[in-house]
């Protein structure tokens, strides 16, 4: 298991990580111009963000050393130390505008919500892997893997982190479905879900949670408070045009009228500065990464690393959608880092630990029944 | 030991193929997706990428108004009677006030202002962005001004602005006639939706400033200031610096309107001065004054109140607003009408035994005594009403009206001035319009001794007057000499006007001259009050009976209620050889007209001689 083949080397997968380079390249560009308007104090972001992408990229080389399928007995570990931080969080966390999110690790807060996610996708791909029939699960089989996903859900609803509990959900949802589910179960399931929304509706969501709904719904309503966001960033994005107002002259960005504009929205500033152009460059990496990441899916030797692989990207696609279709005004305001671009250590972590599985799973392509 | 994994972990290819297979709709999905998030990129930056730029734009460009100060005010001097000063408003910027409640507590205590005044006004402006910045008070004094600047730390979101305001250099003198600034309204934004207007700027409400605030207020500045989300400015993009209105010359001699206004002071009512040769006009005031410096900053409740309560109407402008019945002023109409009418001529003589019987009524003369055998010249000198009765009598009232509205009674006089009345000249057909019945011949009588239904203004009077002695002339009464920009040129002259003529010969117009100098000049006279020493002045009196009432018939004129007292006429012409200038004074309510209003009318014409006396020394040394 220790033992690195020779053919692993030469099966390095140099274009995934090329294409997780120039993202990150953009997004260190992108974070030194977002931060440049020099409020913030101490070691500027886009330093912070480059020490945790070259950590990020020690953890690459460390886990594509170790055969992915070590995770098939690693995963409950894992995932029971991913609960106990989430609960550590919620009892002794540090305590960010009213939300329970961070843990304090002296030198960095650690986010474990996000390494969370990370988790259920291993857990819920080693259940698949060992329960699939190839029949379709029924809704008893399913009880284990929603109670799984339930589990985390909820600590971080009550966190609270819509964002990151809807992810939980996406993850869940894609990788059920990936697998194969009856049509009766698909059919109740879906009706469950159906009508939870107005309980959840009542019963789950903070009011400015609610707000935030019903302002994505109607902006106009509330231009100044809650659609002020919205608002700041599609004139961010727009007034771009074609090739963008220039490295660091975008007003909206520079002038502050951008929110958060180092971590969620930082594709607003993106496209401010580099216009269509830059977006579209940008958006090609991401979407030429997605489909690399279902190729290593496709070519992969076994069904565990189909699943692995599938989660992990499916992890990485709804979290850049959500947050591009976010920023443009598609969806309403959660909080929803842009994987890679995004300032945000926990995330660009996380990120970089399903990148190197995704090598890692790339890199054995070829080792199966041998 | 991965020798060991696989062959536990078998793979069954038909199922892995299966998946696979859900790999490429998944791929599918996600190509979907991101052709979404292409297209809303498209329609953001490309389609409507202009829209958003305009919007970034008016983010961070904040356009900052300077505003011009307003043109100076003249005198036919060039004296300035009304300039600008800088005045210092308190204004409020929300963003900067963590803790308003308490800040504008402890202003409200600095200002003695009740708190909810600051409240309302504040709520006001309830949708103002919050870092736009808003008055709260202006035109504070020094003192309040030096104690805030103190404390400005103390008083987070309070800031100062200085703007040009009126400075009243010589108090309230022509107040009504130069009128006030006050904020501008919603209506008056509509109205001058081309011109470069704000809310929260100065206006001219009335009179001159409102007449004239074209060219009185100048071109405002703009500066164009890059600013950051918390409106802080960043640098200064473009500027443009204010142009200062353009200066007014009036006619009016302020020296003249301020011996008028003060000789008036106390009383109600109005001083009218006008060139009978060209119509300007050096006089025009209406008493007691408007206080203008209690409009700076909006006027107050109780200021308001106390001036549209007060008895002797302040806010109405006497002389263009203020109708009165022009008692025996009007006999120059009726001696004018009655000898180009054949009526009678000079010589011919009527008996006055101190009243006259028409139908079963009796008609006093004011000299109960009588006035014996009177012709045309005693009769205007001693203002005979019996004589006049009988004139009126046989020209009949459309014939008097029609002499009247010659010199320019019951018809507007076509001063700028706005609300100006037209006063009354009646006839037949306008008793008939407006009280449904038929003329009566008695109230002839009344009409042509200047009571009855006749109504006229201080300005038509003058006027009147200065057509009666300039040879049959009516001018349009003339305010503006002249309008010049800040650079000193000339932009606009205005020259006199002639709308009419008197109808009637020049002799008949002489020989009423000659009669209105002997008023002043000659024993008996009643206008003796206005004579001067080494000018010799012409002039009519007129007492204005405001209400018949028999009760007070014989008591003492101090004695009678202010309301019910008569109001005094005079109007003169000075030199009565060749007239220059027409002084028509009205007090309300002030009693006989030679002694209340003459001796006004003299301090004015004393001014106006004394003036042209200096003027001849200083050019002829």
Redesign the interface.
């Known amino acids: 298991m220790f033992r690195f083949d020779r053919r692993l080397l030469l099966n390095f997968d140099w274009v995934l990580l090329l294409t997780v380079l120039l993202i990150t390249i953009m997004g260190l560009t992108n974070l030194y111009s977002a931060s440049h308007s020099g409020r913030m104090l101490g070691t500027p972001v886009y330093m912070k963000q480059l020490y945790f992408f070259l950590v990020g990229f020690g953890l690459i080389l460390a886990i594509i050393s170790i055969d992915y399928k070590v995770l098939l007995s690693w995963n409950y570990p894992f995932y029971v130390i991913s609960i106990l931080l989430l609960l550590f969080s919620l009892f002794f966390g540090r305590s960010v505008a009213n939300t329970q999110r961070w843990i304090n690790f002296g030198f960095f807060y650690l986010q474990p919500s996000e390494p969370a996610k990370l988790a259920l996708v291993i857990t819920l791909a080693s259940y698949y892997y060992r329960k699939d029939t190839g029949k379709g699960f029924t809704l008893k089989e399913l009880t284990v893997p929603i109670l799984l996903a339930l589990l985390p859900f909820l600590l971080i609803v009550k966190q609270p982190d819509l964002g990151t509990a809807l992810m939980l959900l996406f993850v869940f949802v894609s990788m059920t479905l990936f697998v194969k589910l009856r049509w009766q179960t698909l059919a109740i399931l879906a009706t469950t879900c159906l009508s939870a929304i107005p309980i959840g509706w009542k019963f789950f969501l903070k009011p400015y949670q609610r707000q935030r709904i019903e302002t994505f719904l109607n902006p106009e309503g509330d231009p100044l408070n809650t659609g002020y966001h919205i608002m700041q960033s599609k004139i961010a994005v727009g007034s771009g045009l074609k090739f963008g107002k220039g490295f660091m002259h975008g007003t909206q960005g520079q002038l502050d009228f951008l929110p958060e504009r180092h971590t969620d929205f930082a594709f607003s500033v993106w496209a401010e500065e580099w216009g269509f152009f830059g977006s579209i460059i940008l958006l090609g990496c991401y979407f030429f990464m997605i489909l690399w990441g279902l190729n290593i899916a496709v070519t992969s030797r076994d069904k565990f690393g189909v699943l692995l692989a599938f989660g992990i990207v499916s992890l990485i696609f709804w979290q850049a959608f959500i947050n591009l279709a976010m920023v443009m005004g598609l969806l309403p305001v959660v909080g929803m880092p842009l994987p890679l671009f995004s300032y945000g250590g926990s995330s660009l972590m996380t990120t970089m630990i399903g990148i190197g599985i995704l090598m890692n799973i790339r890199m054995r392509r070829y080792m199966a029944g041998s | 030991?991965?020798?060991f994994?696989?062959s536990i972990?078998k793979?069954?290819d038909a199922?892995?193929n299966?998946?696979?297979r859900?790999?490429d709709i998944?791929?599918a999905v996600?190509?979907f997706?991101?052709a979404?998030?292409?297209v809303?990129?498209?329609y953001?930056?490309?389609h409507?990428?202009?829209?958003?730029?305009q919007?970034?734009?008016s983010?961070?460009i904040r356009v900052q108004n300077l505003n011009a100060p307003r043109g100076n005010i003249l005198d036919r001097q060039g004296h300035v009677i009304i300039a600008n000063r800088p005045s210092f408003n308190i204004v409020w910027v929300r963003e900067d006030a963590p803790n308003p409640d308490a800040v504008l507590k402890k202003l409200s205590q600095i200002l003695h202002e009740d708190i909810s005044v600051i409240l309302d006004r504040i709520r006001a402006y309830a949708d103002h962005?919050?870092y736009m910045p808003f008055r709260l008070k202006e035109d504070i004094d020094w003192r309040t001004l030096i104690y805030i600047e103190n404390h400005h730390l103390d008083l987070p979101g309070v800031h100062i602005e200085v703007l040009p305001n009126r400075d009243y250099l010589l108090g309230n003198f022509a107040s009504h006639l130069i009128g006030y600034l006050a904020e501008i309204n919603e209506r008056e934004l509509a109205k001058h939706a081309d011109a470069d207007y704000d809310l929260g700027d100065q206006v001219g409400k009335q009179g001159i400033e409102k007449l004239y605030e074209k060219y009185l207020r100048g071109e405002k500045g703009r500066k164009y200031l890059?600013?950051?989300?918390?409106g802080l400015e960043?640098k200064l993009i473009n500027s443009k610096e204010p142009l200062p209105g353009d200066d007014l010359q009036l006619t009016i001699d302020i020296d003249l309107q301020t011996t008028a206004e003060t000789a008036m002071e106390g009383k109600a009512g109005a001083v009218v001065a006008m060139e009978v040769n060209t119509g300007r006009l050096l006089v025009l005031a209406s008493t007691p004054p408007m206080h203008l410096e209690e409009f700076i900053g909006g006027i107050s409740n109780t200021a308001w109140k106390e001036m549209l309560n007060n008895p002797l109407h302040p806010l109405i402008d006497k002389t263009i607003q203020g109708q009165y019945p022009p008692g025996s002023t009007y006999k120059i109409v009726t001696a004018l009408a009655g000898l180009s009418e054949g009526a009678m001529t000079p010589d011919t003589v009527i008996y006055c035994p101190g009243h006259y019987f028409f139908g079963n009524r009796r008609y006093g003369c004011w000299k109960n005594t009588g006035h014996g055998p009177v012709n045309l010249h005693r009769a205007l000198k001693e203002s005979c009403d019996v004589y006049f009765y009988q004139i009126g009598q046989k020209v009949g009232v459309d014939t008097l009206a029609r002499y009247a509205q010659s010199l320019g009674l019951g018809i507007k006089s076509g001063i700028e001035l706005e609300h100006e009345k037209a006063g009354i000249t009646p006839t037949d057909a306008w008793k008939r319009q407006r009280f449904k019945e038929p003329w009566q011949d008695g109230e002839t009588l009344s009409v042509a001794i200047g009571q009855g239904f006749n109504l006229a203004t201080p300005l038509q009077i003058c006027r009147m007057t200065a057509a009666t002695v300039n040879g049959g002339t009516l001018y349009r009464p003339q305010l503006l000499e002249s309008i010049t920009t800040p650079e000193g040129k000339k932009i606009k002259q205005f020259e006199p006007i002639i709308t009419g003529h008197a109808l009637g010969s020049q002799t008949s117009l002489n020989l009423i001259r000659d009669a209105l100098t002997a008023v002043v000049n000659e024993q008996h006279g009643t206008g003796g009050a206005a004579r001067l020493e080494n000018i010799s002045v012409g002039g009519k009196t007129g007492t204005a009976q405001v209400i018949h009432l028999s009760k007070y018939k014989d008591t003492k004129e101090d004695a009678i209620p202010y309301q019910y007292r008569d109001h005094a006429w005079i109007t003169c012409f000075a030199p009565s050889e060749k007239p220059e200038i027409a002084v028509t004074v009205l007090v309300e309510h002030g009693g006989h007209g030679g002694s209340a209003a003459g001796p006004i009318a003299k301090v004015v014409l004393e001014e106006y001689f004394a003036q042209k006396a200096a003027a001849a020394n200083n050019t002829t040394p």
Request: charged share 30%; proline share 2%; net charge neutral.
């Open positions: 030991m991965s020798r994994l696989t972990y793979i069954d199922e892995l299966t998946l696979k859900r790999i998944a791929s996600a190509i997706f991101i979404i998030l292409i809303r990129l498209w953001l930056q490309i409507r990428g202009d829209d958003y730029v919007l970034s734009e983010n961070r962005p919050r890059e600013v950051d989300v918390h960043q």
